[in-house]
């Protein structure tokens, strides 16, 4: 009996990060070939294969991404951006709702993004518990309203680190973390069970 529970549970840590892998990957590809329907019907690969090929649309959006990218790196390609981010720009509605979103899109994505500059340890929920959260920008309006340096703190959720808090914590009530971005989201996302070993490299935190 001891050893069919062992195999059980061998089979499942083979079994399930395959089973989760694939269900990923596959609700990607039928996600991504949803772009196809922005073809004409006789353009798209089902009417001429006669069969459709899962994947597809991945491999369009990619395409369609890097041609993108071609084009905005020339001077007529950045006239149109600039052309186009002017016209968005005029949109009462539409104008705060790009410019948020390309402000944290910039961030993230550029090269020389600042969206997460440290990883921190911060008291929250409440004082005898820590989290991990990463260190943002405080705006220089709410900088001038607060008595003391502050720092702002991004506390995202488990497993699912697109969503969390926002909050302006004093510089003296964190510890800040020899540790990677990508090492933290690996904690937070596999809730603590894919993570290294976690060293205060600068314990700012005067005590309880």
Do not use: C
Not at 36 to 50: F, M, N, Y
């Amino acid at each position: 009996m001891a050893a069919l529970k062992r195999y059980f549970l061998t089979g499942l840590l083979i079994l399930v990060p395959l089973g989760i892998t694939f269900w990923v990957l596959t609700a990607l590809f039928d996600f991504m070939d949803q772009s196809l329907l922005l073809l004409p019907e006789s353009w798209r690969p089902d009417a001429w294969l006669g069969v459709h090929i899962p994947g597809l649309g991945l491999i369009l959006t990619g395409v369609v991404i890097v041609v993108t990218g071609l084009l905005a790196t020339n001077l007529i390609g950045q006239r149109l951006v600039e052309y186009w981010e002017g016209l968005v720009k005029r949109i009462p509605v539409v104008k705060s709702i790009y410019g948020s979103v390309k402000q944290v899109s910039d961030s993230l994505l550029s090269g020389s993004g600042m969206a997460f500059k440290k990883v921190l340890l911060v008291r929250y929920p409440h004082p005898d518990a820590w989290s991990l959260a990463f260190q943002t920008n405080v705006p220089e309006e709410v900088a001038g309203q607060l008595d003391s340096e502050y720092v702002a703190v991004f506390i995202p959720t488990t497993p699912s680190p697109v969503n969390g808090f926002y909050f302006y914590v004093r510089r003296d009530a964190v510890i800040e973390l020899d540790m990677s971005v990508d090492t933290a989201f690996k904690a937070i996302v596999s809730m603590g069970v894919v993570a290294a070993p976690i060293k205060p490299a600068i314990a700012n935190y005067a005590g309880d």
